[in-house]
Nanobody, 116 residues
Framework: QVWLVESGGGLVQAGGSLRLSCAAS????????MGWFRQAPGKERELVAS???????NYVDSVKGRFTISRDNAKKMVYLQMNSLKPEDTAVYYC??????????WGPGTLVTVSS
């Protein structure tokens, strides 16, 4: 079982940067692949970035070259560095185990708002 809390969201102008953090609890965090997801108003939740236990990463095409996912197993943290933000990046961002996401591990998320 993993419990997750996201932080680091906020209001930023287009072209700006934010760094999201995800704090995990649970003894086996290092055994899980992790993902960052987002849900924009009126849209379904989507996977944005993922990182395996070994550190391999993948990104959805719309954020490639702008976002970077990383993890610190000793601190039980997952990060999402977001650069060159666009208004279409506006969403609530969540972290979760991946694959697959655990239905009972969704945290409150953190809101990212990018103004044009």
């Amino acid at each position: 079982q993993v419990w997750l809390v996201e932080s680091g969201g906020g209001l930023v102008q287009a072209g700006g940067s934010l760094r999201l953090s995800c704090a995990a609890s649970g003894r086996t965090f290092s055994s899980y692949g992790m993902g960052w997801f987002r849900q924009a108003p009126g849209k379904e939740r989507e996977l944005v970035a993922s990182i395996t236990v070994g550190g391999s990463v993948n990104y959805v095409d719309s954020v490639k070259g702008r976002f970077t996912i990383s993890r610190d197993n000793a601190k039980k943290m997952v990060y999402l560095q977001m650069n060159s933000l666009k208004p279409e990046d506006t969403a609530v961002y969540y972290c979760n185990v991946y694959p697959p996401p655990q239905s009972d591990a969704w945290g409150p998320g953190t809101l990212v708002t990018v103004s044009s």
